[in-house]
């Protein structure tokens, strides 16, 4: 099983970003779905996440500027960046909560 991120990159403050993750080699029965980040020095936290039922919720620091979504597909989550600050420079990661997969993470650089 893998789980490819992608969609990070460089942009300016103000700027947005779509990331992707895809999971290849098994279909998900739970559409449940974690993003987390990990900044230089600093612990991985949780982002956003979407319930199989397609709930949501996010960190205080994101709330208001990302979304995270699916489409019928139950292996592709997205998680759509808005109005980027350079703090929310990190590696971007997503993960499957129920069955503990990890993405191989993308980096998001926010350059003030």
């Known amino acids: 099983v893998q789980l490819q991120a992608s969609g990070g990159g460089l942009v300016q403050a103000g700027g947005s970003l779509r990331l992707s993750c895809t999971a290849s080699?098994?279909?998900?029965?739970?559409r449940a779905w974690n993003w987390h980040r990990q900044a230089p020095g600093k612990q991985r936290e949780l982002v956003?996440?979407?319930?199989?039922?397609?709930?949501?919720d996010y960190a205080d620091s994101v709330k208001g500027r990302f979304t995270i979504s699916r489409d019928n597909t139950p292996n592709k989550v997205y998680l759509q960046m808005n109005s980027l600050k350079p703090e929310d420079t990190a590696v971007y990661y997503c993960?499957?909560?129920?069955?503990?997969?990890w993405g191989q993470g993308t980096q998001v650089t926010v350059s003030s």
């Open positions: 993960h499957h909560p129920v069955r503990g997969y």
């Open positions: 080699g098994t279909i998900f029965s739970s």
């Open positions: 956003a996440l979407i319930t199989s039922g397609g709930s949501t």
